[in-house]
């Protein structure tokens, strides 16, 4: 059964400061990886998706990589800023198609210092 | 940009009671999904769903559940009898192939 870890489960940082926030599973026989925002009592945002033979997707000051083999995924942010206070969610997806499903990590909740 | 939708934000229903939580997921998605996040805890898996039927469903989507989609835009899921334990935010999400899961901003069920 995919396990997925997410460590530690808060963070927090100055602004300005580049950060990587860390997503661990368990079986790597994965078809992709999505990392999400999830605001206080909101909904999902989706980040980014790596597919399994992907090593790393960019999108503006964030960068996620992926290492299937070792079962890890890293978000970097880079220059943060108050605004990206929220809960991030690393998810994976076993298959593709009908029967794709989402393993979440409990999620770090970020909070950026002004 | 075109999103999932999610009606009702906040239903309270009382335990025994059936609820409807209905979602529109993104126009040209094909597979359809329903999640479920109990506070403070990991964001759940329950059923997905592809050409009008069930493709895999998880342990917790028992008999009291069921989904549908009775036109080509809605998407519902049913509990006939809940449970104080059905307590949580639900999400619907959509997709198309080989692409991210777009989720739907939740659905705040409180059993009282």
């Known amino acids: 059964k995919q396990e997925v870890t997410q460590i530690p489960a808060a963070l927090s940082v100055p602004e300005g400061e580049n950060l990587v926030l860390n997503c661990s599973f368990t079986d790597s026989a994965i078809y992709n990886l999505q990392w999400f925002r999830q605001d206080p009592g909101k909904g999902l945002t989706s980040l980014l998706l790596?597919?399994?033979?992907?090593r790393e997707q960019t999108s503006g000051r964030l960068n996620a990589s992926l290492d299937k083999s070792s079962g890890r995924s890293t978000l970097y942010i880079a220059a943060s800023q108050p605004g990206d206070s929220a809960t991030y969610l690393c998810?994976?997806?076993?298959?593709?198609?009908?029967?794709?499903?989402?393993?979440f990590g409990k999620g770090i909740t970020l909070s950026v210092r002004p | 940009e075109p999103e999932v939708t999610q009606t009702p934000s906040h239903q309270v229903t009382q335990m025994g009671q059936e609820v409807i939580l209905r979602c529109v997921p993104i126009?040209?998605?094909?597979?359809f999904y329903w999640y479920r996040q109990i506070l403070g805890q990991k964001v759940e898996f329950l059923v997905s769903?592809?050409?009008?039927?069930?493709?895999?469903k998880s342990e917790i989507f028992d008999d009291q559940f069921s989904v549908e989609r009775p036109d080509g835009s809605n998407f519902t899921l049913k509990i006939r009898s809940t449970k104080l334990e059905d307590s949580a935010m639900y999400f619907c999400a959509s997709k198309r192939q080989s692409y991210e899961q777009y989720f739907g901003p939740g659905t705040r069920l409180t059993v009282t």
């Open positions: 126009s040209n998605h094909l597979y």
């Open positions: 769903f592809y050409n009008n039927e069930i493709s895999e």
């Open positions: 998810a994976v997806n076993r298959r593709n198609g009908a029967n794709s499903k989402l393993t």
């Open positions: 790596i597919q399994s033979s992907q």
